[in-house]
């Protein structure tokens, strides 16, 4: 079993930035794929980062929404995973998730992770 803990959400304005971060607890952190997902009111669950690790070597990927703005990372170490959002629009508005897939192949099919935070809420003023 492994638990999600989301930090880092809340209010900024268009143009500026935050971090969240997700600590996992676990032994074998360093094998997950884990994700940032988001959430609007009324919309779908959507993909928005995902990275990996496997023989020493990171795999990422991105929504096409965000690149070039956000920004994930990892540290084994600190079982902790970070999303560093850069360039914020009202359009990122949302409650973003952190996530959890016990395999080290990347995905941006929410079903296909095995482990999900609470969510940390995410507003950008225009």
């Not at 930090?7 to 676990?26: I, N, P």
């Not at 360093?30 to 997902?37: A, D, E, I, L, V």
């Not at 023989?55 to 990927?61: F, L, N, V």
């Not at 560093?84 to 192949?105: F, H, I, W």
């Amino acid at each position: 079993q492994v638990q999600l803990v989301e930090a880092g959400g809340g209010l900024v304005q268009a143009g500026g930035s935050l971090r969240l971060s997700c600590a996992a607890s676990g032994r074998t952190f360093s094998s997950y794929t884990m994700g940032w997902f988001r959430q609007a009111p009324g919309k779908e669950r959507e993909f928005v980062a995902a990275i990996s690790w496997s023989a020493g070597k990171t795999y990422y990927d991105y929504a096409d929404s965000v690149k070039g703005r956000f920004t994930i990372s990892r540290d084994n170490a600190k079982n902790t995973v970070y999303l560093q959002m850069n360039s914020l629009k009202p359009e990122d508005t949302a409650v973003y998730y952190c996530a959890a897939r016990g395999r080290v192949v990347l995905t941006t099919t929410p079903t296909l992770y095995d482990y999900w935070g609470q969510g940390t809420q995410v507003t950008v003023s225009s």
